[in-house]
C-alpha cells in the first residue's frame, strides 16, 4: 500500500495519476479516511477530483495542501462547467504556483506545496458551522447545507405520527428525523447518508437517544437495514452532480425490501421523476398523497 499518496474522488484515469494503493479522502465514499484528520505535512502526493460547489472544494484544496509535504506533487481536476475553470485562480489565491491544461473537457492543475499557504479563510469558511437560518450543524457540500430543503419542508408538514423502528434514507443534516422523532411511538430511528459530513452534522444536531446514525450507502446490499416498520426520505436524484433516475428507482427498491410486510415508505420527489413506475412493482398499495406543482408526496405499503 503507498502509504503516502492520497486520492479524492475518483479521477479518471486518462486524465489523472492515482496509484492503486492511494489513501481515499472523498466524505463521500464511505468508510475514507477524514482528510481533516490528517497530519500536516505527512503525504508526499495527491490526486483530487474537486467538488462543484466553490466553498466545499477551495476547503478541499486547502486540506490537501495541508497534507502535503513541502514540494510534494499535487493534482487537481474538475469539469470545465464544473469549477475547472476557477481551479488556476483558487489554488494561486492558497499560495501555489501552477501548471494547467485542458482535457477532455477538464482542467487540469498540477503545482508543487509551497513552503508557505494562505489557507486560512478557505477552512474557515468550508468548515462545519451552526447556520443562523436554521440553527442546525451543517457544512458546505452538504444537501441543501444552508437552507431548509422545499420538499423535505413538504413533507414534513403532511407526514403523520409513525411508530416503530425506521429509517430516514439520505438524512441530510437531520431534519426530516426531527419531525419523525416528535412521535413518541417511535422506538428508532437510524439515519444514514452517503456524505459522512452530513451524518456528523446530524449527530451534533439529533441528540434523541432513539436515533442512531449510519454513514453509508444504502444501495449496499450488506447494510443491515431490515424488518423495518417505516422508511422516510427526500429521495436524491443527483450523483456526482447530475441528474440521475436509477439513483432514485435504487432508494425505492432498498426502501421496499428493508421495511417488514405491512411496512410504510413516505418519499417526496421531484415531481417530474416516474416514481410510480419505479414503485408499483415494490410496493403493494401506493398511493399519491400530495401533489403540488413542484413536489410529489407518496405512501407505499409494502
Not at 20 to 43: N, R
Not at 128 to 144: A, K, M, N, T, Y
Amino acid at each position: 500500500m503507498n502509504a503516502s499518496t492520497g486520492v479524492y474522488g475518483a479521477p479518471p484515469n486518462d486524465l489523472a495519476d492515482a496509484p492503486p494503493g492511494a489513501i481515499q479522502f472523498s466524505p463521500l465514499i464511505p468508510g475514507a479516511t477524514p482528510l481533516e484528520q490528517v497530519a500536516e505535512g505527512s503525504l508526499d502526493a495527491f490526486t483530487m477530483l474537486t467538488p462543484p460547489g466553490t466553498l466545499e472544494r477551495r476547503y478541499a484544496l486547502a486540506l490537501a495542501l495541508r497534507a502535503l509535504k513541502a514540494g510534494g506533487a499535487f493534482t487537481a481536476l474538475a469539469p470545465k462547467d464544473r469549477g475547472g475553470t476557477r481551479l488556476r485562480k483558487e489554488l494561486e489565491a492558497l499560495g501555489c504556483a501552477v501548471h494547467e491544461i485542458s482535457k477532455r473537457h477538464h482542467r487540469v492543475v498540477t503545482c508543487a506545496r509551497p513552503a508557505q499557504l494562505d489557507i486560512e479563510s478557505a477552512l474557515a469558511e468550508g468548515s462545519p458551522r451552526i447556520v443562523e437560518d436554521l440553527q442546525l450543524w451543517s457544512q458546505p457540500g452538504v444537501f441543501s447545507w444552508d437552507r431548509l430543503d422545499p420538499g423535505t419542508a413538504l413533507l414534513i408538514e403532511h407526514l403523520p405520527e409513525l411508530s416503530g423502528r425506521g429509517a430516514d434514507f439520505g438524512c441530510g443534516i437531520g431534519v426530516l428525523a426531527h419531525a419523525v422523532l416528535t412521535s413518541a411511538a417511535v422506538s428508532e430511528l437510524t439515519l444514514t447518508d452517503i456524505d459522512r459530513r452530513a451524518t456528523e452534522c446530524a449527530q451534533h444536531n439529533v441528540t434523541d437517544a432513539r436515533a442512531r446514525f449510519l454513514w453509508a450507502d444504502v444501495r449496499d446490499v450488506n447494510i443491515a437495514l431490515n424488518e423495518l416498520d417505516f422508511v422516510v426520505m427526500n429521495a436524491p436524484f443527483h450523483d456526482a452532480g447530475a441528474e440521475d433516475k436509477a439513483l432514485a428507482q435504487a432508494f425505492v427498491d432498498r426502501a421496499a425490501h428493508s421495511l417488514r410486510k405491512g411496512g410504510v415508505c413516505w418519499l417526496v420527489a421531484n415531481r417530474h421523476l416516474p416514481y410510480e413506475a419505479a414503485m408499483q412493482p415494490l410496493f403493494k398499495k401506493v398511493d399519491l398523497a400530495i401533489e403540488t406543482g413542484v413536489y410529489k408526496i407518496y405512501q407505499a405499503r409494502a
